[in-house]
């Protein structure tokens, strides 16, 4: 695994723990933070659900990893918060291509950040973190992040112009957003991953669903 | 002689009409160009319209130029088939002349006075403004449900062409203003003929929606029938297997019998590759799927092609098994044939699916050492025989707007790639 990120130039840092209640308290408590968790399903005392689930308010863009014996380990469709099963019987194969795959995602994610400066405050929002920027009159906008909502004196396109980033993209006139918190495109909706929906204009949708396909397209 | 106001007011009411006209002949045939230089076109023709219209000519030659403008502007810019616009703008006209008919007649109605009908008068300027307002009402109605993704023009089409006939057919029964039984008669049956093309254009519609559907069924049936075929070889196989059973026991036992291990285990190493062959890897978890890939894994190896799988399968999902292997089969089948007669180092697929969120994205590579040629923006086909392909990709596209999804294909780096995404909704179990 080490020689497949060194390879695939990812930086890394590894932690191992034996015990699962001590990552547990080191991340509750101590607020230590990962990127990526590797769990074994079946563990003495907690389970690896059962961790995945006490980890997941903590630290939510966390992706995490099942190592499991049984055959069956392909995701349900419902469960969002496991990035992948890896069977323990095809270890070598399946372990190595999930950890790149979830590496490059956490790498795609980024640690940029947009800064919005105004005459008494500066804020900073992760790009990760915004849902979408919506335009708020003719001048202003509101970014609408985890963080919750900002607003910005700037135009939607230069906001827009100075994200420079391919993740974001017009679904409307009033509308930027960012494909990687889209969770769905269905009838004309997208849907997010905090659970809200917008409109995507007609005479933008399948240019909205040609991006979003060049973008996964060009990141798997 | 007319004065400089009713020359103004034709003006508009020209421009209005012909715009309106050009903005129904491509919308109901759904073409894409270049609008700014049809607005300024149109504004030309209204123009051209007006000032022929100053001179002692039939309102009939006028219809006719006008109709003939509006034919050449759809198919100069915007590729339009010259028949279908004839139809649309022809009727369009009819209807358009026959509600100015009817207003003016019931505004003379109304009035009691027979100036309505004279063309020059004030009072038909006003009857055909109030034409073109309705006009630029339900046009104004289509655009916003266009932009909500409904379709508000069948109905609203039909409806005008109902209320027409029954306007006309109210005019027939009054007695205020003289208008003669011909003129009348005329526009009745003008008002029926109307009614009878919109049935014509909506049953010629769906009758081309329903032949594109048979034409994609077909494919698929084919697509179908093909890989059913290769399940029978490969039971067919293991069928056989298991009839010489018996037969293959009684050699190695006789083999061993006699201490002869070497030729024991050569004999048993042959057996085992039709064994390979059968036994299964579970990829998707989806029987067809998986054997679909093996199948094509298998076809790769026999023909010394490298196969690189990264393949991750949400289960519980509302993705149909038929779209599936519609999807995969068509990929799959023109990354093997494109590399058919590559030299060695583009002998490689690489096939990813991959779950985002709740989308399907599944991408299919393959080497491929010169750039294939577009055409009109669409790949085409390097093959032979060109009248079957092209329909491939055209199934995936189909299965895969089912799921609200899109394929996109791009060479790039001596790499052909095909990219499907597909929203998906979980299933509960």
């Given at each position: 695994m080490k020689n497949c990120l060194h390879s695939c130039g990812i930086g890394y840092e590894i932690s191992t723990y034996t015990q699962s209640s001590n990552l547990l308290f080191d991340i509750t408590d101590d607020h230590f933070f990962y990127d990526l968790i590797l769990i074994d399903i079946e563990m003495p005392g907690i389970t690896g659900m059962e961790l995945s689930e006490k980890i997941k308010p903590h630290l939510p863009n966390v992706k995490i990893i099942f190592i499991t014996s049984h055959i069956e380990y392909a995701i349900d469709a419902f469960e969002l918060s496991i990035f992948r099963y890896v069977p323990k019987s095809d270890l070598t194969n399946r372990l190595v291509s999930a950890v790149v795959d979830a590496a490059k995602l956490i790498e795609l994610e980024g640690g940029k950040e947009y800064i919005i400066q105004a005459a008494r405050r500066m804020e900073k929002i992760p790009y990760k973190d915004i849902f979408y920027i919506q335009r708020d009159g003719g001048k202003n906008s509101m970014i609408c992040s985890r963080l919750g909502i900002s607003k910005v004196r700037k135009s939607l396109q230069q906001i827009f112009d100075e994200l420079q980033a391919q993740?974001?993209?017009?679904?409307?006139?009033?509308?930027?957003?960012?494909?990687?918190?889209?969770?769905?495109?269905?009838?004309?909706?997208?849907?997010?991953?905090?659970?809200?929906?917008?409109?995507?204009?007609?005479?933008?949708?399948?240019e909205v669903k040609k991006q979003i396909n060049r973008f996964w397209g060009a990141h798997i | 002689m007319m004065t400089w106001y009713q020359i103004l007011s034709f003006f508009f009411t020209n421009g209005l009409r012909i715009f309106l006209g050009l903005y129904l002949v491509i919308t109901l045939q759904q073409l894409a160009g270049n609008r700014k230089k049809a607005s300024v076109i149109s504004v030309c023709a209204a123009a051209f319209i007006t000032v022929l219209s100053c001179f002692p000519i039939q309102k009939f030659y006028l219809t006719g130029i006008e109709i003939i403008f509006v034919i050449l502007i759809a198919y100069y810019l915007y590729a339009a088939q010259p028949r279908m616009s004839l139809f649309l703008i022809f009727f369009y006209e009819i209807a358009v002349a026959l509600w100015e008919f009817i207003l003016s007649a019931g505004l003379g109605v109304i009035f009691q006075s027979d100036r309505f009908l004279d063309m020059r008068s004030n009072g038909y300027i006003a009857a055909v403004w109030i034409v073109r307002l309705f006009m630029l009402g339900i046009a104004f109605l289509t655009v916003k449900s266009h932009r909500r993704n409904e379709n508000l023009s069948p109905r609203v089409i039909a409806g005008v062409a109902i209320a027409g006939l029954l306007g006309a057919v109210l005019l027939s029964g009054q007695n205020t203003i003289p208008i003669s039984d011909d003129r009348?008669?005329?526009?009745?049956?003008?008002?029926?003929?109307?009614?009878?093309?919109?049935?014509?254009?909506?049953?010629?519609?769906?009758?081309?929606?329903?032949?594109?559907?048979m034409l994609l069924e077909k494919e698929k049936n084919a697509l179908?029938?093909?890989?059913?075929?290769?399940?029978?070889?490969?039971?067919?196989?293991?069928?056989?297997?298991?009839?010489?059973?018996?037969?293959?026991?009684?050699?190695?036992?006789?083999?061993?019998?006699?201490?002869?291990?070497?030729?024991?285990?050569?004999?048993?190493?042959?057996?085992?590759?039709?064994?390979?062959?059968?036994?299964?890897?579970?990829?998707?978890?989806?029987?067809?799927?998986?054997?679909?890939?093996?199948?094509?894994?298998?076809?790769?190896?026999?023909?010394?092609?490298?196969?690189?799988?990264?393949?991750?399968?949400?289960?519980?999902?509302?993705?149909?098994?038929?779209?599936?292997?519609?999807?995969?089969?068509?990929?799959?089948?023109?990354?093997?044939?494109a590399i058919e007669n590559e030299e060695d180092r583009f002998r490689f697929v690489n096939l990813t699916i991959r779950r985002i969120n709740d989308m399907l994205v599944i991408k299919a590579e393959n080497g491929c050492s010169a750039a294939p040629t577009e055409m009109n923006g669409s790949l085409q086909t390097s093959k032979a025989d060109k009248t079957l392909h092209g329909w491939g990709l055209q199934s995936v596209r189909a299965a895969a707007e089912r799921y609200d999804g899109t394929i996109e294909t791009e060479y790039s780096d001596q790499i052909f790639r095909a990219v499907v995404t597909l929203s998906f909704e979980a299933v509960k179990a």
């Open positions: 993740e974001f993209i017009f679904i409307d006139r009033g509308y930027i957003v960012n494909i990687i918190q889209i969770m769905k495109i269905s009838d004309s909706m997208a849907y997010f991953k905090n659970g809200e929906t917008l409109p995507i204009s007609r005479s933008h949708l399948q | 009348l008669t005329t526009w009745i049956i003008f008002s029926m003929l109307i009614l009878v093309a919109i049935l014509f254009f909506n049953l010629n519609r769906q009758y081309k929606m329903e032949k594109k559907i179908l029938e093909h890989d059913y075929q290769t399940l029978k070889n490969v039971y067919a196989a293991n069928a056989k297997l298991f009839h010489d059973f018996q037969n293959h026991i009684d050699v190695v036992y006789h083999y061993l019998l006699k201490n002869h291990t070497t030729e024991a285990a050569h004999y048993i190493e042959n057996l085992r590759s039709p064994i390979r062959d059968i036994t299964q890897t579970a990829w998707v978890g989806d029987e067809a799927v998986d054997y679909l890939i093996n199948s094509k894994i298998a076809l790769a190896a026999s023909q010394n092609i490298q196969v690189g799988t990264n393949i991750e399968f949400p289960r519980r999902t509302n993705i149909q098994s038929v779209d599936l292997v519609a999807i995969l089969g068509n990929l799959l089948d023109n990354a093997l044939e």
